[in-house]
């Protein structure tokens, strides 16, 4: 009797193009209205409530009822959280389904184990299944792609021993998914952006948009201040993008104009002084 379950991240990838890695390496935009048609589609009964749109690789994982979805020019991705995906052809097959697509690929990441599993399919015939642990093959369909083969051979993991396997589940995964989709969907890998749009189909409402609070003009010193300071303190883990540069350059014309203003108060503060120093004198020599 089966006990145990393997809650895990599973992610969809459709693809009817012969390089996904070169759709996504242009990292297209994300159309909301695609995930919406999808899960209505699925189930129409579904309340679905978008609830932000940012990457793939560089956001935390959906949680229960969530979907993080996108469609482009011949690949489409859908990301969601799997109670039990213990074997990969057999839990989730609404979703394997739900697009056509000349070749589906499954990869599983364990929420609370190292759990991990990967997929193949070509239009509607199975490839290739492989889910595992450290210590127990779950699913084993379909003969070994090339890339599976240092991992058996214990080239990429230190040894355990006994009955573990010789490399850990989630590091064939993404060795699978980079060999099939063409890119490194790890943070920090240098991948491309993948960009989606989060959905959750548990009723909550949608999220509101904070509003914009009065912009503060800063004076030419502190912006100047803030430019050495982001030299100083430069993060290589991610590259600071054209949205901050812009950003800053445009601080610093609002801080130069801002200053241009008060000089000119200032001077005519100044003048209107001069002038009434002037009058009054010229009032007393009439005296």
Do not use: C
Not at 130 to 137: D, N, S
Not at 177 to 191: F, H, R, T, V, Y
Not at 246 to 261: K, Q
């Amino acid at each position: 009797m089966h006990t145990i379950s393997y809650p895990a991240i599973v992610t969809f990838w459709f693809v009817t193009t012969a390089d996904p890695g070169s759709v996504l390496d242009a990292e297209p935009k994300a159309d909301r209205g695609f995930g919406r048609k999808l899960l209505a589609q699925i189930n129409p009964t579904w309340p679905i409530t978008p609830i932000g749109e940012f990457p793939l690789n560089r956001s935390s994982k959906p949680g229960r009822d969530e979907f993080y979805i996108a469609g482009y020019p011949g690949v489409a991705v859908v990301q969601t959280f799997v109670a039990d995906s213990e074997k990969l052809t057999e839990t989730v097959g609404y979703l394997r389904e739900a697009l056509p697509a000349a070749e589906t690929y499954m990869f599983a990441e364990g929420t609370d184990s190292d759990y991990a599993g990967f997929a193949h399919y070509v239009g509607e015939n199975l490839r290739r299944s492989l889910t595992a642990t450290r210590e127990q093959v779950l699913e084993d369909i379909g003969l070994p792609e090339p890339f599976e083969a240092p991992y058996w051979a214990g080239e990429k993991a230190e040894q355990l021993g006994g009955i573990t396997l010789p490399f850990e589940p989630k590091d064939l995964v993404r060795e699978a998914q980079k060999n099939w989709i063409g890119i490194d969907l790890e943070p920090g890998a240098g991948g491309p952006d993948v960009h989606v749009v989060g959905y959750a189909i548990d009723g909550r409402p949608e999220p509101k948009i904070a509003k914009k609070q009065e912009k503060k003009t800063k004076t030419v010193n502190e912006v100047a201040v803030k430019f050495a300071e982001k030299d100083k303190a430069y993060d290589d883990y991610e590259a600071a993008g054209d949205t901050d540069e812009g950003n800053e350059f445009a601080e610093l014309a609002d801080a130069s104009v801002a200053a241009a203003r008060r000089v000119g108060r200032s001077l005519r503060r100044r003048l209107g002084q001069a002038k009434d120093s002037l009058q009054e004198r010229l009032r007393n020599s009439d005296r």
